[in-house]
């Protein structure tokens, strides 16, 4: 939210922190200020306020209320001026219908007079709502905005020589229509709410104006609104319509009932201080349940237990009543806290302890390491799931995480994301088959001739959620006499034997050169017991690894096999030296992604090495005409050792 300093600057007859020192304050006691900016000589100041403080802080008198506490400095009164007094009978006639949804309903008609009209720069407070970005309207209007910003209650006003029989809150007819002060047309269903006339929907309700009774420079008279709605059904139909507003943002977050006065009050008084011969009627309070501030027991000893420190009672004292919090001492140990309406977000003890730290600093409390604990027993599952993950490993497979929503499955999602993700999965196979086919086509790039992968996960059919362990091994060359069927099957039984139990008949599943096995973990831990001595420390989850991420390229690679003939005391160092010698010197060394030597056999006083250069650019697809040359460079350097090239 923007705030200006100049605007908090009203409320106090003392000067207060210049724009760096409230950015501090803020971050270190209440808010983080995400930026600072200057509009002509006013600094703003972007305060991020987190929806647990928004009941109060999304307004400057919330704010005003934290550079108050943290400044010690006493707040002016009636800073904009005194309520006027009623001098029309007339009295709106409001009804509301949906008592649920709408919690107080402030209605009073304003007769502007001859004073009616107006420039809005000419209002002393333009200046502030254009620092905070908000643009002009018209002096009514713009009061309106001016009051939601101060302190945080949403206001309407209507043309009231447009407005035809009683005002009334309601649910919205099946396809009854409304024109937006955007001009968008809405079609409503009864799930969201209006406020009315005889001739129909005026407003979205806490969301957005209607056309039909809109502010102009012709009114004369106007009823103003001062409402308080249910949050979640705003928050439904804002998003519905995707009618966003400073309004619905601040009822989708809930403010206290008792703020629509204190509204009403404010724009009534600007509006006499606009318009000096204004005239204002009785105000109609529609307000069913009215609140009461809340009462909180609280055990000041709470106070060290939860912060570590000592807070000097008489300090904590202090802070809670410099909050507008009463504190009654129903005994030595137990103190009552009255809690102004405003302050929603403050219910249990703890709550009251983050305040009483946050001001008085958590700079006052020095880090402590608790006492060693005894590691609990592992819970079966996790163990269960971490040994394979370890053993697994250690036989050559890596993890994968695949998705949970996936194209297809038992268990549809109400809101997919995309049509892809539209399913629970019902297996783990249908993902690792896909995960296997992409690493066999990146094999040469790995330098693997077999890729071994599997994932352990929860699978979700019509009979409920169970975890699964999928294992999958593919050829990038087929071997000859053994099938990826056979290794899995050996796989298995060598995992069955290291756990201690007999694992369930897998489902397999074949697709080209791979296949997957799948089997249920829930039904592998009915028969696998826990060692009796079982520890997280048997997991042997070490210390965290120095790896750094690096980007790949996403472009293809070029794949090239180069065997020569060497004399049989050359190690195959020493061989690669020379290769890598001819890459250099073709300027390629950085187009060479991965090597290796894949074969080796002797003949005579011979030894023929043969191994595989992988080029691969991080920029653009390479060309055969450029690895060729790359190649051809590479051919000429060994036979200049005297060495045959296969």
């Known amino acids: 939210m923007k705030i200006s300093r100049a605007w908090l600057q009203t409320y106090f007859s003392t000067e207060i922190p210049s724009a760096d020192q409230l950015a501090d304050l803020f971050t270190f006691h209440a808010f983080e200020v995400e930026g600072q900016e200057k509009f002509g000589t006013d600094d703003v100041l972007d305060v991020k306020v987190l929806p647990d403080r928004a009941h109060y802080a999304l307004s400057h008198r919330g704010i005003v209320s934290e550079v108050a506490v943290l400044t010690k400095q006493a707040l002016k009164t009636d800073r904009l001026g005194v309520a006027p007094l009623e001098s029309l009978t007339d009295r709106p006639v409001v009804e509301v219908a949906a008592t649920q ?23 002393w407070f333009a200046p502030m709502l254009q620092a905070i970005g908000e643009r002009l309207i018209s002096p009514v209007v713009d009061a309106a905005n001016f009051v939601m910003f101060d302190m945080g209650q949403p206001l309407h006003a209507f043309d009231a020589d447009k407005v035809v029989g009683p005002i009334r809150v309601r649910p919205a007819a099946d396809g009854e229509k409304i024109t937006l002060l955007d001009g968008r047309e809405l079609t409503l269903t009864p799930a969201d709410h209006v406020i009315a006339d005889d001739l129909g929907p005026l407003v979205v309700a806490g969301a957005k104006g209607g056309k039909r009774a809109e502010i102009g420079p012709e009114t004369k008279r106007l009823i103003i609104e001062a409402a308080n709605f249910e949050p979640a059904t705003v928050r439904r139909t804002s998003n519905k319509y995707d009618i966003r507003s400073e309004s619905s943002r601040r009822f989708e977050n809930e403010i206290t009932p008792k703020m629509a006065e204190r509204g009403m009050a404010a724009v009534s008084a600007l509006l006499q201080n606009l318009y000096p011969t204004a005239k204002f009627g009785p105000i109609t309070d529609i307000y069913a349940d009215p609140v009461t501030p809340a009462l909180l027991d609280f055990a000041p000893a709470y106070l060290a237990e ?84 370890n053993l697994l490993t250690g036989q050559g497979f890596a993890e994968v995480n695949l998705y949970t929503l996936v194209a297809k499955g038992q268990i549809e999602t109400a809101y997919p994301l995309s049509r892809d993700k539209a399913f629970a999965r019902a297996n783990l196979t249908d993902g690792l088959v896909v995960a296997l086919a992409r690493n066999v086509s990146n094999a040469d790039l790995l330098g693997l001739s077999t890729i071994r992968l599997f994932e352990i996960g929860h699978v979700f059919s019509a009979a409920g959620e169970s975890a699964h362990l999928a294992m999958g091994i593919a050829q990038a060359k087929k071997v000859k006499g053994l099938t990826e069927a056979d290794m899995l099957k050996q796989d298995l039984a060598s995992l069955g034997q290291a756990l201690g139990v007999t694992l369930p008949e ?141």
């Open 506 to 646: 897998p489902t397999l599943v074949t697709n080209g050169l791979s296949t997957v096995a799948e089997i249920s973990l829930d039904e592998v831990l009915k028969n696998y017991k826990l060692p009796q001595s079982a520890s997280y420390l048997d997991l042997h989850f070490g210390s965290a690894t120095t790896a750094r991420y690096k980007r790949y390229s996403a472009f293809p690679f070029i794949v090239r096999d180069i065997a020569v003939f060497v004399p049989s005391n050359l190690a195959s160092d020493a061989v690669w030296r020379v290769i890598a010698g001819g890459v250099d010197e073709a300027e390629a060394t950085t187009l060479l992604a991965k090597h290796y030597q894949f074969d080796e056999f002797k003949k005579g006083d011979k030894t023929s090495l043969a191994f595989r250069l992988v080029f691969q650019a991080a920029d653009r697809t390479l060309t055969d005409v450029e690895v060729n040359e790359v190649m051809n460079k590479v051919y000429e350097v060994v036979r200049a050792q005297g060495w045959e090239v296969r």
């Open 306 to 389: 939860r912060l570590g420190i000592i807070v000097p009672l008489d300090e904590a004292k202090d802070i809670l009543t410099r909050m507008n919090i009463k504190v009654s001492e129903k005994s030595p140990t137990l103190w009552q806290l009255t809690i102004p309406c405003n302050r929603l977000d403050l219910k249990l003890s703890e709550d009251i302890v983050e305040e009483i730290g946050r001001i008085y600093g958590y700079d006052h409390i020095e880090g402590v390491l608790p006492p060693a604990a005894k590691l609990p027993s592992p819970q079966p599952m996790f163990y269960l799931s971490e040994t394979i993950k």
């Open 101 to 123: 949804f709408c919690r107080r309903y402030m209605a009073r008609l304003v007769d502007l007079g001859t004073s009616a009209g107006g420039d809005s720069t000419t209002t």
